[in-house]
């Protein structure tokens, strides 16, 4: 008779830390695979995207860029890319704007009248300068994942 109440006790016991540890690990696993698919997630996107600038002019203190989605995947937020330009070796980041903000600024437009810079779709970068530059000039557009790609040119 002790013997199997002890046994009882004993599978209770074990239950009521099987439970424990499951409650305690199992939110861990959760969180981990959710932060794990996030990541996922956000390497596929930039693997599949990718940026070329393929045309660059300029007119008194306008500078025009057009720049091509050559990647797999749509690119979103393009207001939160970054642009530098400038001279080679003094350049400076470019805020974005639109017709009012102070100078300097860039705002853009797609060519393909779309809302969505979809593969194969070109951008249309305008910078809105102070005053009209010359020489060899540098200029660097990143997209909000990392992406980027980069030239010199002169005016």
């Known amino acids: 008779m002790d013997k199997a109440l002890v046994t009882i006790l004993l599978i209770i016991a074990g ?3 099987t439970m424990v540890i499951v409650n305690a690990v199992y939110p861990l696993i959760t969180g981990t ?13 930039r ?30 937020a393009i207001d939160k890319s ?3 330009f400038g001279p080679e070796g ?13 100078l300097p600024y ?29 020489g060899t000039q540098f200029i660097k557009f990143i997209t909000h994942n990392g992406i980027s790609d980069w030239q010199l040119f002169s005016m």
């Open 106 to 134: 860039w705002d853009y437009t797609l060519e393909d009248g779309s809302d969505a810079w979809k593969p194969s779709s070109t951008l249309k970068i305008t910078i809105h300068l102070q005053q009209a530059q010359s």
């Open 82 to 84: 970054d642009v530098f």
């Open 47 to 76: 693997i599949r995207s990718n940026i070329k600038i393929i045309e660059i002019s300029s007119n008194g203190t306008d500078v025009y860029i057009w720049i091509k989605n050559i990647g797999a995947s749509t690119i979103g």
């Open 90 to 102: 003094n350049f400076a980041r470019i805020p974005f704007g639109s017709t009012g903000s102070p």
């Open 33 to 45: 695979s959710g932060a794990l698919t996030d990541a996922v997630q956000r390497i596929d996107d």
């Open 15 to 17: 239950v009521v830390c």
